[in-house]
């Protein structure tokens, strides 16, 4: 299957800095893609979907101010976690998609932990 | 909303035993994926379905696209210790709208 790489794959940062995620289609292009939170023991909860050079689109309830998406080649796209705060800490998931309906591609996820 | 359910929540065999687990929608789904998701991993895509009826294999898995569209079952024949993980079904209702995830089923497979 195709091949998405996130990094970093873990990050320990204080309360208010920003990290930043970066996910790469490294054997696609990536037209559409998806940024997934996930807690211990539970199912993916979709973020936001970001389409190449335009803006994200979020999910009910998720802050665009606090996470920033960038989606700016169709091989790279980054979630950047604005004034962490511990409750922000959280499995982070990105996923791509070549075209509408295709099967999705996720990257390895990035553990964060907000101290 | 949309919403996938999935059955058993958990499951625990023992090696060599196969498995059968299931997905279902209140909704007609064109598209079911399978994915399994090992711990401090992304889901990694097993089988992708995109027709009713639709019965595909991967190896030791075998997948189906339920006739009403509302269902798939994903199968493990002869399960292996590598086998545990949690398995999440994910579907779209139409091409232009997301992809949405189940709860999973926790496999545990005990030697």
């Known amino acids: 299957g195709a091949v998405v790489s996130q990094h970093p794959s873990w990050v320990i940062c204080k309360s208010g800095t920003s990290v930043k995620i970066e996910c790469r289609s490294l054997d696609f292009q990536a037209t559409t893609m998806f940024w997934y939170r996930q807690f211990p023991k539970q199912s993916l909860m979709l973020m936001a979907t970001?389409?190449?050079?335009?803006?994200?689109?979020?999910e009910q309830g998720v802050e665009k101010d606090k996470f920033l998406i960038n989606h700016a080649s169709l091989t790279l796209s980054t979630l950047t976690v604005t004034s962490a705060h511990p409750e922000d800490s959280s499995f982070y998931i990105c996923s791509g998609q070549a075209f509408t309906n295709e099967k999705l591609f996720f990257g390895s996820g990035t553990q964060l932990s907000v101290l | 909303g949309q919403q996938l359910n999935q059955s058993p929540q958990s499951m625990f065999i023992q090696e060599g035993e196969d498995v059968s687990m299931n997905c279902t929608s209140s909704s007609i789904f064109n598209t079911w994926l399978w994915y399994k998701q090992d711990p401090g991993e992304g889901p990694v895509l097993l089988i992708a379905?995109?027709?009713?009826?639709e019965l595909t294999s991967n190896g030791r898995l075998t997948a189906q696209f339920g006739i009403t569209r509302k269902d798939s079952f994903l199968n493990i024949s002869a399960s292996i210790p590598s086998d545990v993980g949690i398995y999440f079904c994910?579907?779209?209702?139409?091409?232009?709208?997301?992809?949405?995830f189940g709860p999973g089923t926790s496999l545990s497979v005990i030697p």
């Open positions: 379905l995109y027709k009713a009826g």
């Open positions: 970001s389409n190449e050079g335009s803006k994200a689109t979020y």
């Open positions: 994910a579907g779209s209702k139409t091409s232009y709208d997301k992809v949405i």
